[in-house]
Nanobody, 126 residues
Framework: QVQLVESGGGLVQNGGSLRLSCAAS????????MGWFRQAPGKKREFVAG????????YYADSVKGRFTISRDNAMNMVYLLMNSLKPEDTAVYYC???????????????????WGQGTQVTVSS
């Protein structure tokens, strides 16, 4: 079993930045695809970004491309999401997720991910 705990959310002004962290425990995530998803009130959970096990490839939703950067530190069992140029429409609960398909490719399908954190709230004021 893998436990994921997100941190770093908060309230930020339009155009501001935040860095989310995801700490994994229970098992190494070094071979797993890791992803960030978000869910706004009344909306479905959506893919934000994903990163392959080595960190060499990352994929982003069109809505965040060029503004968000996903990264990972396998030695520390950590995943990060740096969010720049935040907009009010980025307001949501952000979730870290792990796909335990060993050395797999990134998928945007949330049902492919096996472990989820509890989420962290990001609110962007206009």
């Amino acid at each position: 079993q893998v436990q994921l705990v997100e941190s770093g959310g908060g309230l930020v002004q339009n155009g501001g930045s935040l860095r989310l962290s995801c700490a994994a425990s229970g098992r190494t995530i070094s071979n797993y695809v890791m992803g960030w998803f978000r869910q706004a009130p009344g909306k479905k959970r959506e893919f934000v970004a994903g990163i392959e096990w080595s960190g060499s490839r990352a994929y982003y939703a069109d809505s965040v491309k060029g503004r968000f950067t996903i990264s990972r530190d396998n030695a520390m069992n950590m995943v990060y999401l740096l969010m720049n140029s935040l907009k009010p429409e980025d307001t949501a609960v952000y979730y870290c997720a792990a796909d335990d398909s060993q050395f797999g490719g990134v998928t945007a399908a949330h049902d492919e991910y096996d472990y989820w954190g509890q989420g962290t709230q990001v609110t962007v004021s206009s």
